[in-house]
């Protein structure tokens, strides 16, 4: 089945600075490669998504990036704040686009002021 | 209310004891999941909805855990003879669409303990 691994598992940055958090995925039927972000005690929320037929999407000081053939994606945040403090979670479809969402491990991100 | 709605809110059940945890999707959405989520880690996926049929349960870990949605709407995650690695915080998420359709809009989650 698919597998979707995450790495760094923590990550800690400067405010100001950028951060990379990268995802690999094993079904190459997967399509739709989401990006959530979870506060302590709160719910995930989708922040960027992209699908397979783009290599890149931007949204303000976030970035996604695919790539197909080496099945991984990363998530680029520029200019960070304090606020995106937060743990992100990697997902990717099963089995194309009937299949349901598996996520990553989550990387804990702290951006220190 | 507008969001996904999920009760209850915490939960503690004595090993052994059964529990049934509610989700309430946004309306007119199709597609309801429902994940576990150990400390410190990511949603683990349990069974997914499309309307009422159960497509897939591949990730119940055991014949104890049923998850039902009779009318397409509401859906219980029915824990039998509780255990104590059960004790996690069980997601609810409804999308407009089939996965990879579009955004999962997640409930707060049902904290459970098994003491």
């Known amino acids: 089945g698919e597998n979707v691994e995450q790495h760094p598992s923590t990550l800690s940055v400067q405010e100001g600075d950028s951060a990379v958090i990268k995802c690999t995925y094993s079904d190459s039927a997967s399509n739709y490669f989401p990006w959530y972000k979870q506060e302590l005690g709160k719910r995930p929320q989708l922040i960027i998504d992209i699908r397979s037929n783009v290599g890149e999407k931007k949204d303000q000081r976030i970035a996604v990036t695919l790539n197909k053939t080496a099945k991984h994606f990363s998530l680029h945040i520029t200019e960070t704040q304090p606020e995106d403090s937060a743990v992100y979670f990697c997902?990717?479809?099963?089995?194309?686009?009937?299949?349901?969402?598996?996520f990553g491990k989550g990387t804990k991100l702290s951006v220190k002021p | 209310g507008a969001g996904v709605s999920q009760s209850p809110r915490y939960k503690v059940a004595k090993r052994g004891q059964d529990v049934a945890l509610r989700c309430d999707p946004i309306?007119?959405?199709?597609?309801l999941f429902w994940y576990q989520q150990a400390l410190g880690q990511g949603p683990e996926f349990l069974t997914y909805?499309?309307?009422?049929?159960?497509?897939?349960k591949s990730g119940l870990p055991s014949d104890r855990f049923f998850a039902e949605r009779p009318e397409g709407s509401v859906s219980t995650l029915k824990i039998q003879r509780t255990q104590q690695e059960d004790s996690a915080v069980y997601l609810c998420?409804?999308?407009?669409?089939?996965?990879?359709?579009?955004?999962?809009?997640f409930g707060e989650g049902s904290r459970l303990t098994v003491l």
């Open positions: 309306s007119g959405h199709v597609s």
């Open positions: 997902a990717a479809t099963v089995g194309g686009s009937q299949g349901n969402l598996i």
């Open positions: 909805f499309q309307n009422e049929a159960q497509l897939d």
């Open positions: 998420a409804s999308s407009l669409e089939r996965p990879g359709g579009g955004e999962l809009f």
